[in-house]
């Protein structure tokens, strides 16, 4: 065995290095363990960041998907316009057939006509009545939509910054 106070000199604590060669000793295979973390770690970062970086542009392109006039928040929008005009229209044109069904109603034995017309303009109403609830229901929906895509976009942002922070670990 080797004398370790010979080797460090008079003042030497031996004990305290032993314990610590004793310690070494017992604890190899954790120290290996520990060591092949610490070798591995800068690969996983590595992936880690890589991974967050590309989820973050993908989540910023769904976001750019939805929100914004080219997105489906645009399309849903201009769908719920292009819905309103429809109504108006069907408005004007329940208008007419009612005024119709009034002027035909003055006109002798013209009553089941009438009616008929009376009841065409009532269905027109109603047809304009459920494309406004609907031209409603697509701007909330565009509403949504917009909201999504501008929070998928943000979370893109942070998930990008989030790995590029992360490879700054590994040299990156």
């Known amino acids: 065995m080797v004398d370790l106070g ?22 190899r295979d954790d120290l290996e363990t520990s060591a092949q973390i610490a070798r591995d770690l800068p690969a996983l970062l590595r992936l880690l960041s890589s991974g967050l970086a590309d989820a973050g542009a993908h989540a910023s392109k769904a976001g750019g998907a939805l ?4 997105g489906a928040t645009g399309r849903v929008g201009d769908s719920a316009e292009a819905l309103a005009d ?4 069907l408005s004007a044109v329940g208008r007419l057939v009612g005024d119709a069904a009034i002027d ?30 609907l031209a409603g229901d697509l701007r909330d929906i565009s509403g949504l939509l917009d909201t999504v895509g ?10 990008g910054a989030t790995g590029r922070e992360a490879n700054k670990f590994v040299g990156g």
Do not use: W, Y
């Open 86 to 89: 429809i109504s108006s229209s």
């Open 150 to 159: 501008q929070a998928l976009e943000r979370l893109g942002t942070t998930l």
């Open 6 to 27: 010979k080797i460090l000199g008079a003042g030497a604590d031996v004990t305290r290095l032993q314990d610590i060669v004793d310690f070494i000793a017992d604890h």
């Open 67 to 70: 929100s914004g006039a080219s």
């Open 104 to 133: 035909i109603s003055k006109v002798p034995l013209m009553g089941g006509p009438s009616r008929q017309l009376a009841t065409a303009a009532h269905a027109v109403a109603d047809t304009k009545k459920n494309l406004d609830g």
